[in-house]
């Protein structure tokens, strides 16, 4: 008897929309475009995770790709909400917006200004950065590990560009 092959036809999956890290109690988010309501609920599962695996506050690096949308109105909100929700299992938060065109400029400045509304920003908890060497130094003073080691590691991984 011979053998017999068959073709069955899969469907296309798209890659998942974010990735994530877990770096020495720093928590990277990396968001290519704006999170679904599923890629939250997977991103949210993720830090419990990794808060439950050192049971203590990670620092959290939120990265917004340079070529990501700007969220629309539900999706902010889910995302204000996902922070909201998970501040006490946080001791610094890092949100870094890729690009340098003046887009992402405007962006910057409408996400500051969404930080001190929602009353998220705090300079001791959020800062907003371009870089992700800008990132380095305060991993250094709360951790006290090596910051910029932290930072080309999340480089290797994908997480920052």
């Known amino acids: 008897m011979f053998a017999t092959a068959t073709t069955t036809t899969t469907a296309t999956v798209a ?7 877990l770096i020495n109690r720093v928590f990277f ?17 993720r830090f419990r995770e990794a808060y439950e695996a050192h049971r203590q506050q990670l620092c959290v690096v939120i990265v917004t790709g340079a070529k990501a949308r700007v969220p629309n109105s539900e999706q902010r909100k889910a995302l204000f909400k996902m922070l909201e929700d998970h501040r006490k299992y946080i001791c610094e938060l890092h949100l870094l917006m890729e690009g340098n065109e003046l ?22 908890y959020a800062r907003l950065h371009k870089t992700p060497d800008a990132i380095a130094p305060f991993l250094t003073s709360r951790l006290k590990a ?16």
Request: charged content about 20%.
């Open 29 to 45: 988010i990396r968001w290519e475009q704006p999170p679904s309501a599923q890629d939250i609920q997977l991103v949210t599962a």
């Open 146 to 161: 090596d910051g910029n080691r932290i930072i080309n590691d999340a480089r290797l991984l994908g997480v920052l560009h």
């Open 103 to 124: 887009q992402h400029n405007l962006q910057r400045i409408i996400a500051s200004a969404q930080l001190i509304v929602t009353r998220i920003y705090d300079s001791n």
């Open 15 to 21: 890659p998942p929309n974010y990735k994530t890290a």
